[in-house]
């Protein structure tokens, strides 16, 4: 537990007055190239018409190989397949998304096809300049037989960090290329049988959270990796990290489908035990439907000045 | 005050104020990147359509989502939104959504000839130029 006596809090008060300071300055106008400023056209912030009204994809991966991931929460059988459908919607431009994960995983011990999990996240997410926050309720339940349940709700705070825009000199050395980072952590406020370790034990209280995209080439070729670490609220150590689960991975994208191999491995780090892991390949399918696509805001073309 | 338990209790509130300093410092810079926008530049589609006609416009980057006269200029507006495989990663057994991102594109013609190409970040905040370049990616 940490306490804040008056110096600490003073410290932290100044600090964030300094940053409204910054936020609230005054900005200076952006001056118009050719002297004459565009006509109006709509929202000049927004995106109108063309704004997204819902978008997500659908994922279907198969474990090529698979020693140790479990095909249900209570880490009986291995999973052999995994379909997903993602879904979202901005509620108010980019401040407040809804979205939604349905994950259905098989058993290949079982046949592959029989269903044997089904995960299910709602979240509401949104973005503040670099910074990112998420409120977010998991479920994972088996589905072919009776066995353990798990879910929990959190809030997470990331910070993004993109090369293209962070650091000027980027875009002269590698123009069809970026580097996009996010990390920060998060607070199980919520937490019925998710587990801090990938033997199921513990309880998680606190998660860790880092991703990393390097786009190769014009957002076509991008190589990944994810760091999530959790820990438990029944150690000794509270903020001390439990569990480590990191992915690296190659995704090539074409139109609106992608096509990645990664893999994952899910591991304690206090103790020794279980270590979850498998090499996937999968492919996604997106899918956009503007407000404009369903006719919704269209403006007729303008004539004359302002 | 034995000198241990001194030094001890010195070193907590070192640390204690050393977390103070970098929360406030932490939300310092979240707060000020709030409120910046990123920085619209030049970039190589963009300069590439000056002097170009407007059919070839329309040719290499489709129809406008907008299109305006005003006095002498022809001005077309073309909007792309970042695909969402971009935007949300699947990851462990849920995904990680970061901000629907775009950026608007405006052609200024002035006798049937590209004078001007701005672009426009959606939200200002976010760097979404290689959008706008995607839109001129055809255009010769």
């Known amino acids: 537990m940490i306490s804040l006596d008056i110096r600490t809090a003073m410290i932290l008060i100044a600090g964030l007055a300094l940053g409204l300071l910054v936020m609230w300055a005054p900005q200076a106008s952006a001056l118009e190239k050719y002297g004459r400023p565009l006509p109006s056209m709509g929202d000049a912030n927004g995106r109108g018409a063309e704004e997204s009204l819902f978008a997500g994809y659908l994922l279907a991966g198969v474990f090529a190989r698979n020693p140790s991931f479990a095909a249900r929460p209570d880490n009986t059988g291995l999973v052999g397949l995994r379909h997903m459908l993602h879904l979202e919607t901005d509620l108010y431009r980019q401040y407040l998304t809804f979205y939604t994960d349905q994950n259905l995983f098989s058993d290949r011990t079982n046949g592959w096809i029989e269903l044997s999990e089904w995960d299910g996240t709602y979240a509401f997410t949104g973005v503040l300049g670099h910074v990112n926050w998420r409120l977010q309720y998991e479920r994972d339940a088996p589905l072919d037989r009776k066995g353990v349940t798990q879910e929990y709700a959190d809030g997470l705070v990331t910070a993004k960090f993109q090369a293209v825009q962070d650091f000027p000199w980027w875009h002269r050395h590698f123009p069809h290329q970026n580097l996009t980072a996010y990390a920060g952590a998060g607070w199980l406020f919520h937490n019925r049988n998710y587990f801090a370790r990938p033997d199921n034990t513990g309880r998680a209280l606190f998660r860790y959270v880092a991703h990393i995209d390097l786009d190769l080439y014009k957002n076509k070729i991008v190589l990944y990796g994810d760091v999530n670490m959790f820990t438990d609220r029944d150690a000794g150590n509270q903020a001390s990290p439990t569990e480590l689960d990191w992915i690296i991975g190659l995704a090539a994208r074409w139109r609106n489908m992608e096509l990645a191999v990664y893999h994952e491995q899910d591991q304690p780090l206090d103790r020794a035990g279980l270590v979850q892991k498998y090499l996937a390949l999968q492919l996604r399918f997106s899918f956009d439907i503007s407000k404009q696509d369903l006719g919704i805001g269209l403006t007729q073309p303008t004539a004359g000045g302002q | ?140």
């Open chain 2, 1 to 140: 005050m034995p000198r241990f338990e001194y030094a001890v209790e010195m070193v907590g509130l070192m640390r204690q104020n050393l977390l103070a300093l970098t929360l406030g410092l932490i939300t310092q810079l979240s707060l000020a990147s709030c409120s910046t926008p990123a920085h619209v530049g030049e970039y190589p589609n963009q300069q590439r359509v000056v002097g170009k006609s407007k059919s070839t416009i329309l040719a290499c980057a489709g129809a406008p989502n907008k299109e305006a006269f005003d006095g002498g200029r022809t001005i077309l507006r073309y909007y792309r939104e970042a695909p969402i495989l971009e935007e949300s990663r699947p990851v462990g057994k849920g995904s990680f959504a970061t901000v629907r991102h775009g950026c608007w594109a405006t052609v200024v013609l002035v006798d049937d000839r590209v004078v001007n190409v701005q672009y426009r970040f959606v939200p200002p905040t976010f760097d979404a130029s290689n959008d706008c370049e995607d839109i001129f990616d055809s255009c010769p």
